[in-house]
């Protein structure tokens, strides 16, 4: 089976840099997915890693590193819009587990 | 595109009721999905399809749930009877076969009383 752990709750101001960390365990691993979902909505895609390393989108970037069964997702310039859920997951073939999410809540 | 579809955005029922879910993927995504969410459980995949066919169910609680795919643009999700316990949002994805980015629809909240 799989078991994902995120912080449950991270709160910070306008502008600053958070940090979600990820540890997974699973059997059968191609990559770790962050998702983002708003209060009410449904869970949008952010960014995926298959591979060792730092992936940017704007002011998103997410990590991952196989070895240590870890990975993270970076906010950066936070903004209001971006209070929020987010999860990790791993995905075994074409199938995500899902994290129980982090519920970012940014401060003016 | 539309995105994907989903119907009712709302249900209400009451327990032992039939409830019937519905979705419609986008267009050209070989790969269906079915998720609920709850407060305890958090977001669980109950099944997905590919091409129509079912490839994975070990996610479905009980034979009190059941779903289809009878065709590339149409998949139900149905519970009978319903019990207050199945009370979550249900939502349906789809992708486009990497499995990595899936596009989830509005889902469905349902509430059995």
């Known amino acids: 089976g799989q078991s994902l752990e995120q912080p449950s709750e991270v709160t910070a101001v306008e502008g600053a840099i958070v940090q979600i960390n990820c540890t997974y365990q699973?059997?059968?691993?191609?990559?770790l997915s962050w998702y983002q979902q708003h209060d009410g909505g449904a869970p949008t895609f952010l960014s995926y890693?298959?591979?060792?390393g730092l992936e940017e989108t704007g002011r998103f970037s997410s990590f991952l590193s196989r070895s240590d069964s870890y990975g993270y997702l970076l906010l950066q310039e936070l903004q209001m819009k971006d209070s929020a859920s987010y999860f990790c997951?791993?995905?075994?073939?074409?199938?995500?587990?899902f994290g129980a999410g982090t519920t970012v809540t940014v401060r003016a | 595109d539309a995105g994907v579809i989903q119907s009712p955005r709302h249900e209400v029922t009451e327990m032992g009721q039939e409830v019937t879910l519905r979705c419609k993927p986008i267009?050209?995504?070989?790969?269906l999905f079915w998720y609920r969410q709850t407060m305890m459980r958090g977001l669980e995949l109950l099944i997905y399809?590919?091409?129509?066919?079912?490839?994975?169910d070990s996610g479905m609680p009980e034979d009190r749930f059941s779903a289809k795919m009878p065709n590339a643009s149409f998949s139900t999700l149905k519970i009978q009877p319903s019990e207050p316990r199945d009370s979550a949002v249900y939502f349906c994805?789809?992708?486009?076969?990497?499995?990595?980015?899936?596009?989830f629809g509005p889902g469905t909240r349902l509430t059995v009383t």
């Open positions: 994805a789809s992708s486009s076969g990497t499995g990595a980015e899936q596009y």
């Open positions: 699973t059997s059968g691993f191609y990559g």
């Open positions: 890693n298959a591979l060792d």
């Open positions: 997951a791993v995905s075994n073939d074409y199938k995500l587990s």
């Open positions: 267009s050209g995504h070989d790969y």
């Open positions: 399809f590919n091409n129509n066919v079912p490839i994975d």
